[in-house]
């Protein structure tokens, strides 16, 4: 596995000890589709789908068990695939979720008031931090997130993400 990916897997908090792609493909889903919506959301300047966007990054973080991107990976994707399901994100990728939730609720307030100077300022902000995560597996919330609590343990490699990667029924 490349040193890059390596680096984005212990990123968000999670070891890379037994690991393949499988870990990198399913943690990377989630950025690769927070970037499309951000896409849309920047060229339709819709506050309303700014606002749908922090409310399910919001849940996300506050309900890591039930993370919306995490269960349509877990059905479309994994389940069909006999892979493991994604769990729940360790504090490292909630903060990152939580730092992006804060960026889309910016936005879409700064849209619906009509200060559309600082929604593109924020906008751009935030697209740069996203395709920092998709295009140079770089994710900066999540590195911030080490660097303030450098203790926080690593998750081990969910079974069937790692060497393992097919369910066992």
Same mark, same amino acid.
């Not at 890591?64 to 990728?93: E, G, K, Q």
């Not at 909630?94 to 600082?118: D, E, N, V």
């Given at each position: 596995?490349?040193?890059?990916?390596?680096?984005?897997?212990?990123?968000?908090?999670?070891?890379?000890?037994?690991?393949?792609?499988?870990? &990198?493909?399913?943690?990377?889903?989630?950025?690769?589709?927070?970037?499309?919506?951000?896409?849309? $959301?920047?060229?339709?300047?819709?506050?309303?789908?700014?606002?749908?966007?922090?409310?399910?990054?919001?849940?996300?973080?506050?309900?890591?068990?039930?993370?919306?991107?995490?269960?349509?990976?877990?059905?479309?994707?994994?389940?069909?695939?006999?892979?493991?399901?994604?769990?729940?994100?360790?504090?490292?990728?909630?903060?990152?979720? =939580?730092? =992006?939730?804060?960026?889309?609720?910016?936005?879409?307030?700064?849209?619906?008031?009509?200060?559309?100077?600082?929604?593109?300022?924020?906008?751009?902000?935030?697209?740069?931090?996203?395709?920092?995560?998709?295009?140079?597996?770089?994710?900066?919330?999540? &590195?911030? &997130?080490?660097?303030?609590?450098?203790?926080?343990?690593?998750?081990?490699?969910?079974?069937?993400? $790692?060497?393992?990667?097919?369910?066992?029924?």
């Amino acid at each position: 596995m490349r040193p890059s990916k390596v680096d984005f897997i212990r990123q968000q908090g999670f070891t890379t000890e037994g690991c393949q792609d499988g870990l &990198y493909s399913a943690l990377m889903f989630q950025p690769r589709m927070i970037a499309g919506v951000l896409i849309l $959301g920047v060229v339709l300047q819709s506050p309303w789908l700014f606002l749908a966007l922090a409310t399910v990054l919001w849940w996300s973080v506050l309900v890591p068990s039930h993370n919306p991107f995490d269960a349509f990976f877990n059905d479309v994707m994994a389940d069909p695939m006999r892979l493991a399901a994604m769990p729940a994100a360790p504090p490292p990728r909630r903060f990152s979720q =939580a730092i =992006a939730a804060t960026f889309a609720m910016s936005i879409a307030m700064t849209l619906f008031t009509g200060a559309s100077h600082a929604a593109w300022l924020i906008e751009g902000v935030f697209v740069a931090g996203s395709m920092s995560v998709v295009v140079r597996r770089l994710c900066l919330p999540a &590195y911030m &997130y080490h660097l303030l609590w450098p203790r926080t343990p690593a998750r081990q490699c969910p079974p069937s993400l $790692g060497p393992e990667s097919f369910r066992h029924e």
